[in-house]
């Protein structure tokens, strides 16, 4: 019998799961999280202030965003989607071209069609380790005369960084404004131990998803723009629309909470129990990759698949964030003293690890990835049809195709699908894989008839 929501949180609760995904909070065992209660679940009564015109405990709260100087931080409640959309929203009244990373959230995508602006793809460069875009190849020989404002994902989903400053002083001197996705950074900076903020390298506006690694609730992030953006007024404009008219205060107090635990973050103990959980990895059979981000790992074994690794980790209620093909990512909590995570039963369920060797995997990238700079348009597909899966090579798709995570899409609207990635979705889905714009094996095409 399928369980309703409630049902399966507390199922998994019962269950003693243990968190290695994100939310940062890892089910409420790191941070600050627990000075909040449901009580707190209140509206713009009189003392509360308003998010979209504060001036009184949420304007002193935001005021407490100042680890940057000349940049200003705000709330945002609807997550670092809607600091994006508010951004190319703000830009659309101005010719020219946006400039994007081919590894751009959906959320990207969604802004550009919903806006009906056009962009421009930057040259790739893909990872070795996980056979993802990691970075932006040089931008010297591109031509950035039309482009209004550039978008970068940094870090990537799996936690690999590029040299961004390079890219922002090349952009710096076109005059153009940088966005940086920075929703998996949400804890750069927090000790010298992990990468640096983007905001540190000059980008004009920042969004962070403090959910993500940092202990908030979820829908929680935090947009930072540069006191002197022109276009600072037109952003906070569109976020005043495009975010809830109710926002939440638990989600506003927990994101106060995550910023005063970065600021009175230690990472002496996230060092050590990092250490133990990796040797601990090794030696039951693991191989464990490290990535430019300390909070990521990917973890792979020989002769059994992602998807087996992540059904062995399941099976002692260890819950990781995601699944490819040849390795699982992990995104581990940052450790502190007096934490409540589990980390002692996280090590007796690894050593009881059962395995179940099969064959030995091939290891193969499931998507092959383009690296070229190239355009994108927002296309209305018109009719459409659905049609199985197998059948769609050759036609125009009129969804985007999103395995998720982590929410890149392979095919996008309007393009042609090619049997190539027909071949890895189906290889993807059958091995447990999701992937949004298709359901129960088929997809909705644009009708030729």
């Known amino acids: 019998m399928v369980m309703n929501i409630n049902e399966q949180l507390n199922s998994l609760q019962n269950k003693d799961a243990i968190s290695l995904h994100v939310p940062g909070h890892h089910n409420n065992t790191i941070g600050y999280l627990k000075e909040l209660n449901i009580a707190m679940d209140m509206t713009e009564i009189t003392g509360l202030d308003d998010l979209h015109q504060p001036e009184e405990c949420i304007q002193e709260s935001m005021s407490q ?45 969604n802004a550009l069609n919903l806006t009906k602006q056009d962009a421009k793809w930057m040259p790739m460069t893909v990872s070795e380790k996980t056979g993802q875009y990691n970075g932006v190849n040089s931008l010297d020989n591109l031509d950035l005369s039309k482009v209004k404002l550039a978008v970068f994902s940094y870090p990537n989903y799996y936690g690999e960084t590029f040299n961004i400053e390079e890219s922002i002083k090349v952009l710096k001197k076109h005059h153009i404004p940088v966005l940086v996705d920075e929703a998996h950074g949400a804890h750069f900076g927090i000790s010298p131990y992990f990468p640096k903020s983007s905001i540190e390298f000059g980008a004009d506006i920042v969004v962070q998803s403090y959910h993500k690694t940092l202990p908030a609730l979820t829908m929680g992030s935090v947009i930072y723009i540069k006191e002197d953006l022109s276009l600072k007024s037109k952003i906070q404009d569109y976020l005043k629309m495009l975010q809830t008219s109710s926002p939440s205060y638990l989600v506003m107090s927990s994101l106060e909470k995550a910023e005063q635990f970065y600021k009175k973050y230690h990472d002496e103990i996230f060092k050590m129990n990092r250490k133990i959980l990796i040797d601990t990895m090794e030696q039951v059979g693991f191989t464990v990759g490290c990535l430019e981000d300390p909070l990521k790992l990917i973890v792979s074994h020989d002769k059994l698949s992602g998807f087996e690794v992540q059904k062995i980790f399941e099976d002692s209620n260890i819950y990781i964030e ?128």
């Not at 581990?332 to 690890?353: A, G, Y």
Request: hydrophobic share 40%; net charge positive.
């Open 322 to 449: 995601l699944c490819h093909n040849h390795f699982i990512l992990l995104v581990l909590p940052l450790w502190h003293h007096s934490d409540e995570f589990p980390f002692d039963l996280l090590i007796e369920r690894i050593n009881q690890f059962k395995m179940n060797f099969k064959s030995k995997v091939i290891k193969k990238t499931c998507f092959n990835l383009p690296i070229h700079s190239t355009t994108y348009k927002y296309i209305d597909v018109g009719d459409t049809t659905t049609v199985e899966l197998f059948q769609s090579v050759g036609k125009i798709s009129a969804v985007d195709v999103v395995p998720y995570p982590p929410g890149v899409p392979v095919i996008l609207k309007g393009e042609y699908i090619t049997k190539e990635i027909i071949d890895s979705l189906l290889q993807w889905l059958d091995k447990g894989g999701r992937v949004e714009g298709i359901k129960n094996m088929k997809i909705s095409v644009k009708d030729e008839k």
């Open 65 to 109: 965003l100042n680890r940057y100087s000349d940049y200003s931080g705000q709330y945002l409640v609807n997550g670092t989607t809607v600091g994006i959309l508010s951004v190319i929203y703000g830009v659309q009244h101005l010719q020219g071209e946006i400039l994007i990373p081919r590894n751009a959230h959906k959320s990207i995508y």
